[in-house]
């Protein structure tokens, strides 16, 4: 996980731009890297495989409730190969996050994929079906 600096944020609009899936995450935007890059409670990772190939981007939020907003984006030509699970898992066991309450995550019913991914880290889900904004809430609970 390195902290995601502005060669990072290009490698993930280039991603995201080429991404005949990628309606399920909002396209990066300056205004979102700004965010990131300005507020505290927010952070973002470039995450790298064991070889050194760029995989995926990580955000976490964290609210004033001490719980975290996750959004996981995997790279197009990376996916289906179980960087999702592990990276949820590694970013699970970081010790920085053991202050926080429950991760939550919104999944849109469609997104199998991510929901599967979600499911096999460790997270539950909140409900069966949707909440107000249309996504499944997947749960995660620091033990």
Same mark, same amino acid.
């Given at each position: 996980?390195?902290t995601l600096d502005e060669r990072a944020f290009q490698t993930y609009c ?9 309606? $399920? @995450? %909002? &396209?990066?935007?300056?205004? $979102? ?6 507020? &505290?409670?927010? !952070? ?10 760029? @995989?995926? @981007?990580?955000?976490?939020?964290? =609210?004033?409730?001490?719980? #975290? %907003? ?6 197009? #030509? =990376?996916?289906? !190969?179980?960087?999702? !699970? ?7 066991? !970081? &010790? @920085?996050?053991?202050?926080?309450g429950p991760i939550e995550a919104g999944i849109d019913p469609g997104n ?17 079906e949707p909440d107000v904004e249309g996504l499944l809430k997947a749960v995660?609970?620091?033990?």
């Amino acid at each position: 996980f390195s902290t995601l600096d502005e060669r990072a944020f290009q490698t993930y609009c280039i991603w995201h731009a080429a991404d005949a899936a990628g309606h $399920w @995450v %909002s &396209p990066p935007t300056s205004q $979102w890297f700004d965010y990131i890059q300005q507020t &505290p409670a927010a !952070r973002a990772w470039l995450v790298r495989a064991g070889d050194g190939r760029a @995989v995926a @981007v990580v955000q976490l939020d964290e =609210e004033t409730n001490h719980t #975290g %907003s996750l959004m996981l984006y995997v790279a197009p #030509g =990376e996916r289906g !190969r179980g960087h999702g !699970r592990a990276i949820l898992r590694a970013l699970l066991a !970081r &010790p @920085v996050l053991g202050h926080l309450g429950p991760i939550e995550a919104g999944i849109d019913p469609g997104n199998v994929a991510s929901l599967r991914c979600a499911l096999a880290a460790g997270f539950a889900l909140a409900s069966p079906e949707p909440d107000v904004e249309g996504l499944l809430k997947a749960v995660h609970q620091f033990r």
